[in-house]
């Protein structure tokens, strides 16, 4: 092809996009539409730990559904609504129980100060830690370590 193009005097840059332009013509002529997904289908397994990883890695600072959501192929409204089907919960939400999580395995350890959790579990100060840890786990921070201690785990 590029040769019969060279001899009919056509230049590189012609010859680049008749290439193109071929490709082009070629994958809109294929019989398969291009991949969708249910708006209301919960996120699979796969995306769910793919959204679970995420987090994971955001834990101390915060997130951008925009960034969640192009990451997962899909519109910041199509996301939300499908990971609030699967998780039963916003995002925010599940990322508060992600760190409460992380803050409860943290309480275990007495060389831990409250302080030093609550910034590595992503919170602003102690009271930040301790209300979304009274919130979910029914008791403050101090109670849960003073609880475990007790109960030797």
């Known amino acids: 092809m590029i040769d019969e193009a060279k001899e009919n005097g056509l230049s590189g840059g012609q010859i680049a996009w008749a290439a193109v332009a071929h490709v082009i013509a070629n994958h809109a002529s294929q019989d398969s539409a291009p991949e969708t997904y249910d708006v209301h289908a919960p996120l699979s397994e796969a995306q769910m730990q793919r959204v679970h990883d995420y987090f994971q890695e955001h834990l101390q600072g915060g997130f951008r559904i925009a960034e969640l959501a192009a990451a997962m192929g899909m519109s910041r409204t199509s996301f939300f609504k ?36 609550a910034f590595s579990c992503g919170y602003a100060d102690q009271s930040h830690l301790a209300r979304f840890f009274k919130r979910y786990v029914r008791m403050s921070p101090g109670r849960y370590r003073s609880k475990m201690r007790e109960e030797g785990g």
């Not at 609030?84 to 060389?111: I, M, S």
């Open 82 to 117: 499908r990971f609030g089907r699967t998780a039963k919960a916003t995002p925010n939400q599940y990322l508060q129980v992600l760190r409460v999580e992380k803050a409860k395995l943290l309480l275990r350890d007495q060389h831990f100060s409250l302080i030093d959790i």
